[in-house]
């Protein structure tokens, strides 16, 4: 029968000290594999919190949880992770404030999604991002259309931030509410403006059809010019 407090077995799990060195080994592959991991989800995936949070928070919650639950997790392999994984996060933030080229590698870049009113199809694609959760984003801050946007970013902590239009200067636009949005059409009756259901580039249409000189698509919705409201 084992007795509570036995400090080999607590400290260590009577494993051989030598072991330590496997523990910082593991330490370090599963601290990559995670970052790895993350990286991979995008910018949404870790929304609000930097990639570099995210996985302390997960690799120092594994550490953590572990020897307080399980009998045979001794305390000093979990404070070698400890102490791994924060050497391991000082390091890559040291490097990714000496190397920009390293900063993009593990955080990312700023991207362009909305360009003078339209979607930057090409940037748009390299994100994993729908567009029904970009315009839920946008229509949060108000914007009824992509008319009233000059440009938009998507940073690497997976905020958008949003420049607008003066209203004396704002463009009619893709209508983002979802009432307006849906009426789409091929076939044009009314001669007006239009805007391409998926890129937002905005054409002056006459009867019958189109196709987007920008995007090559051949759906349009009727474009509204509305100031932001206060």
């Known amino acids: 029968m084992k007795e509570i407090f036995e400090w080999e077995r607590l400290l260590t799990n009577e494993l051989p000290l030598?072991?330590?060195f496997e523990v910082i080994f593991r330490s370090a592959i599963m601290f990559t594999i995670v970052l790895v991991a993350?990286?991979?989800t995008g910018k949404r995936g870790?929304?609000?919190l930097s990639i570099f949070e995210t996985v302390i928070i997960i690799a120092l919650g594994s550490a953590a949880g572990?020897?307080?639950?399980y009998e045979d997790v001794g305390i000093l392999p979990a404070l070698v992770v400890f102490t791994t994984v924060i050497l391991l996060y000082r390091g890559v933030t040291w490097l990714t404030g000496k190397s920009i080229w390293f900063e993009k590698l593990v955080e990312g870049e700023t991207v362009c999604l909305i360009k003078e009113g339209r979607f930057s199809i090409s940037e748009f694609k390299k994100e994993s991002l729908a567009q029904d959760e970009f315009f839920s984003e946008l229509r949060l801050k108000s914007i009824e259309h992509l008319g009233q946007v000059k440009n938009a970013y998507l940073e690497p902590s997976g905020e958008v931030s949003v420049f607008f239009y003066d209203d004396k200067e704002v463009l009619p636009?893709?209508?983002l509410l979802p009432d307006l949005y849906k009426v789409k059409r091929k076939e044009i009756h009314?001669?007006?403006?239009y805007a391409c259901s998926f890129c937002g580039?905005?054409?002056n249409l006459k009867p019958g059809t189109a196709t987007c000189t920008n995007c090559k698509r051949d759906e349009w919705v009727l474009a509204i010019k509305t100031q932001r409201k206060a």
């Not at 572990?66 to 639950?69: E, G, L, T």
């Not at 009314?190 to 403006?193: D, N």
């Open 18 to 20: 030598v072991f330590v």
């Open 38 to 40: 993350l990286r991979a």
């Open 46 to 48: 870790v929304k609000q």
């Open 66 to 69: 572990d020897p307080m639950f």
């Open 173 to 175: 636009g893709l209508p």
């Open 190 to 193: 009314v001669e007006s403006c």
């Open 201 to 203: 580039n905005v054409e």
